[in-house]
């Protein structure tokens, strides 16, 4: 005697798979209706290009147009505003990065009318390491500008101005 709500009513398993010509039907649907999007759609490109062009408004006869406004010369390049497409970013980059160790491991100014100069770092960090970083001033004073404590650090590392102390007893203190 079979159990209540256990009644088997015909239910069980698919006898049949999912058939190839179902599938292969779909398949030439997208292709007749990718077809079709792609011709709708280049047909209303040259539809709205006529009509653009038919509306277009004349150019002025005193306007000279240049014939090929696709190719530039690199004196057009040099009219563009900055910043500028990059050509090769490689050297580009490399010559940057050359510029900065120059700047980095050499002296020059960095103004010269007001008495700026750039040292190597190399040297820059020996020059902390002797005479340590700045302090804070007192109170009461005022602080100096960076350009003003630049120029402050430079006069007093330069010893190429300053006489050389002579160790010779000056004359007549010895008797």
């Not at 779909?26 to 709205?48: A, C, D, K, P, T």
């Amino acid at each position: 005697m079979p159990e209540l709500g256990h009644e088997n009513h015909g239910i069980g398993f698919e006898r049949e798979d999912l058939g190839s010509r179902p599938i292969y039907g779909f398949m030439l649907s997208l292709v007749v209706v990718g077809v079709l999007i792609y011709y709708i759609l280049w047909g209303m490109f040259h539809f709205l290009d006529a009509y653009n062009r038919t509306r277009q408004t004349p150019a002025s006869p005193l306007v000279v147009s240049e014939a090929e406004t696709r190719t530039v010369t690199p004196s057009q390049i040099r009219e563009f505003p900055e910043p500028r497409l990059e050509d090769n970013e490689r050297t580009e980059l490399n010559d940057f990065r050359y510029r900065e160790e120059e700047t980095l491991n050499s002296y020059g100014w960095v103004d010269q009318n007001a008495r700026v100069a750039h040292i190597p770092i190399a040297r820059a960090m020996q020059l902390v390491a002797e005479r340590g970083l700045p302090t804070t001033p007192r109170a009461g004073k005022v602080p100096l500008s960076p350009v003003n404590l630049a120029q402050a650090a430079a006069a007093a590392s330069d010893t190429s101005t300053a006489p050389a102390p002579s160790k010779q007893p000056a004359k007549g203190k010895n008797k």
